[in-house]
């Protein structure tokens, strides 16, 4: 084998001739025994010409590819069940390789499923109110679902990656995220993937239930667990609940890093948590055209990609850098409780829209916020609220605190703003004040030195940015054995993705899944 790389402008995609040429070329052999190649890497190249750049693997004559094939599913009708709370990444991907491994996932969702939650983060958006258990962050699919399903990490020792993108592929996924350096699906797209999953659970045995939300999980003496749950009505308004008990032998606890519930259920019953850190800060809303510009050196054309970027910076001993890039995409509203005000970003599949949003945040640990450390390994989650609250009053709604971005560097109230893609609102705001100071300095100094250092033309009164992005990650982590991936103390129960603090996105969340399904 021998891996060659092949440069072409964007929208010239290499020929199989041209490939198996080049690959000859390289291995210094004939066309023909060349047997034949593998494409395992596309990345934009925009420092001189804008071209793609393919990494491909090719084959003289008696090899052959190392080809992933997804293992087959079981009928796991008859099998011993496993509890997956929660139907995120984690969770669907838990299930599914519970599928293969011949356990029966029984999966309980507090939301709605991926269909019916739209209509509840229209209503958020439109009328500012909050279904507690169905919203950007609650449902089937979880918070990646409506956040523009990137597909990238940066981490290949948790799993085989294959497994998660050649699934999301056979589930409808464009068979493009395979290659791609900074794979993505689209919020429009990734509804109808997440759809085919639950269906390929439950056509083999598994069980979905949804608006069932846990409410306790109870050890038993056999060493079994029973979780109870409020099961609510979900095709109707009904606001009364019954109380169910589910019943298995181990369970995956794959809640999400907005379950402030869970973490409280652990601090009452005395079960081991730990304060993390996490980040937050704003999200730094741009035209496209402007970071088009940036990025491609002014060198941009309607056919190419619309430009991503990322960054990361040290100030004063704590990280700055971008979260959660969304390149031709929206502001979206994703909070998860009244009086709280959080924004988050989501692109559709072409992203098409004329605004680039990225949350931009700050590192916050612990030792940051002393005046919270009566609340022990809850901490960070009360500092998460305060933040969220005090945005929220601000305004009265879940209209965003706004500022433009030299005007927030500079301390100065914006006197007006420009427009944008945040459907809900957003009010001219002294958001330096109302930020976190040990935050609100740190973006003051990290902005003008990106635009200065990193990307000419960032730093800009044509920005805007809201608060607050908050829901970085998790800032409780559930402890575990890393041996076994079970609770340091309740074995049989296995925290995973971010919910517990072990992943960050998508992927990582699914590998995660895979990780404490195994150990089932």
């Given amino acids: 084998m021998k891996e060659i790389e092949i440069a072409c402008p964007i929208g010239k995609e290499p020929s199989a001739e041209q490939i198996v040429a080049a690959a000859a070329r390289s291995m210094g052999v004939s066309v023909k025994a060349v047997s034949g190649y593998r494409i395992v890497r596309r990345s934009v190249d925009a420092r001189g010409d804008i071209l793609y750049r393919y990494r491909i693997e090719a084959y003289r004559e008696g090899e052959t590819a190392d080809e992933y094939r997804v293992p087959e599913y079981q009928d796991v009708r008859d099998a011993e069940p496993v509890i997956v709370i929660g139907a995120g990444p984690a969770g669907m991907f838990a299930a599914l390789h519970l599928l293969m491994r011949g356990k029966c996932p029984v999966v309980l969702e507090r939301g709605k499923d991926v269909h019916a939650r739209k209509f509840d983060m229209a209503r958020l958006s439109r009328e500012g109110i909050v279904d507690e258990d169905s919203n950007y962050c609650f449902g089937e699919g979880g918070a990646g679902t409506f956040s523009d399903g990137k597909l990238f990490t940066r981490s290949s020792k948790r799993g085989d990656i294959r497994e998660v993108l050649h699934q999301l592929v056979a589930f409808g996924a464009d068979p493009s995220i395979l290659i791609d350096a900074h794979p993505h699906i689209g919020s429009d797209r990734l509804p109808a993937i997440v759809e085919n999953i639950r269906k390929c659970v439950t056509e083999h045995g598994g069980e979905y239930h949804f608006g069932t939300r846990v409410t306790d999980i109870v050890k038993r003496a056999d060493g079994g667990f029973d979780v109870r749950a409020a099961v609510s009505d979900v095709a109707s308004e009904k606001a009364a609940?019954?109380?169910?008990?589910?019943?298995?032998?181990?369970?995956?606890?794959?809640?999400?890093?907005?379950?402030?519930?869970?973490?409280?259920?652990?601090?009452?019953?005395?079960?081991?948590?730990?304060?993390?850190?996490?980040?937050?800060?704003?999200?730094?809303?741009?035209?496209?055209?402007?970071?088009?510009?940036?990025?491609?050196?002014?060198?941009?054309?309607?056919?190419?990609?619309?430009?991503?970027y990322s960054f990361v910076t040290q100030i004063e001993g704590r990280g700055v850098f971008s979260f959660c890039m969304c390149p031709g995409g929206i502001l979206v509203p994703s909070a998860t409780g009244p009086g709280e005000t959080v924004l988050n970003g989501m692109s559709n599949s072409a992203r098409n829209s004329k605004w680039a949003n990225s949350g931009v945040v700050v590192s916050v640990e612990p030792e940051d916020v002393p005046e919270y450390s009566r609340y022990g390994a809850l901490s960070l989650l009360h500092f998460q609220m305060d933040v969220e609250r005090r945005m929220f009053d601000f305004t009265g709604s879940i209209k965003a605190p706004a500022q433009r971005m030299m005007d927030f560097c500079r301390r100065t109230l914006s006197s007006g703003l420009p427009a944008t893609s945040y459907h809900p609102g957003a009010v001219p705001a002294p958001l330096h004040e109302l930020l976190p100071e040990h935050v609100s300095l740190r973006l003051k100094y990290a902005f003008p030195e990106i635009g200065n250092k990193k990307m000419h033309g960032y730093y800009t009164n044509e920005a805007l940015l809201l608060g607050v992005e908050s829901r970085t990650s998790s800032p409780v982590r559930i402890p575990r054995d890393p041996e076994t991936l079970e609770h340091v103390t309740i074995r049989g129960l296995y925290p995973c993705g971010e919910g517990a603090g072990y992943s960050g996105g998508i992927v990582s969340s699914a590998l995660d899944g895979i990780r404490c399904a195994d150990m089932v």
């Fill in 241 to 308: 609940c019954t109380e169910k008990t589910f019943t298995a032998r181990k369970v995956i606890l794959a809640t999400g890093h907005s379950a402030r519930d869970i973490y409280r259920m652990f601090a009452d019953k005395g079960w081991d948590l730990q304060a993390k850190g996490f980040a937050l800060g704003v999200r730094a809303e741009h035209p496209q055209s402007l970071i088009n510009r940036i990025q491609y050196h002014g060198k941009y054309q309607p056919y190419m990609p619309a430009a991503e």
